[in-house]
């Protein structure tokens, strides 16, 4: 599980601020979405949690190891899919997965796995070929396979779906309920809400680096109203001055 307490970090001295005060966890076999509009703070967030940021105030823990103090037990328990999946081009994706595989110490040949894996997403044919020559959804695969490969109990997904095509996108979904289903953590972010909506356990919607909402569907709408969307609750605390859409959610509260 993740535990961010306080979090704050400043990219330019502390004039603005990515993520401000920001306390989150996650609970055990949860999938948590962090939805938000572009600049909210999602992506500095999930970097602090990998390590590839360090905050400059409050503190994070993953499954139990301080992301600072004890980066390598931290490390060890998830795997982190970035948003851009230009990593390692010159190695063939067999390559990838395998020098993945013992990074994370896994026993043995995974060959089978591997096979298993790659097959299901339509990646078998290429596992031969040089990253480089992948499309951009084909190394975005590469990636995700070697997260399922590895499968720690953390995964934290920056925007997994886009690019994906529909097939592989269901299958990611799948396998990501399946993850948290077993009692691991899932967090990821999207901006795609319909996805939030059906496979989130909770959402957690974060504008200008703060945390402006947690909770299931359920408890979202109740804050609510009953039958408003996803999306006019998103509009309604992210954009509600816009002079564009205050209207359309004014008509939203007209229709309900
Ligand atoms: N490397 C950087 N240097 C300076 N400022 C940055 C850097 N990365 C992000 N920022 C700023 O931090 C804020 C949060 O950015 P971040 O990438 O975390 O947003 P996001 O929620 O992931 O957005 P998106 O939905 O577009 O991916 C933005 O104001 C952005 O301009
Ligand atoms: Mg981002």
Redesign the pocket.
Known sequence: MIDIQAVSKS??GGR?Y?VRDLTLATRPGEILGLL??????????LKMITGILDPDSGRITVNGHDIVREPIAAKESFFYVP?DPNAFLRLKGIEYLNYMAALYRLPGSQGERIAEIAEDFEMDMVLGDRIQSYSHGMRQKIILLAALLVNPPVWILD?PMTGLDPRAAFKLRGRMRAHADAGNTVIF?T?VLEVAEKLCDRIAI?DH?RLVLLGTMDELRSAHREDVSLESIFLSLTDADDPEIAPLLASLDEEA
Do not use: V
């Open positions: 990219y330019d603005n990515a938000g509009p572009n600049g909210a703070g999602k992506t500095t967030t948003d925007e972010s901006h974060i680096g």
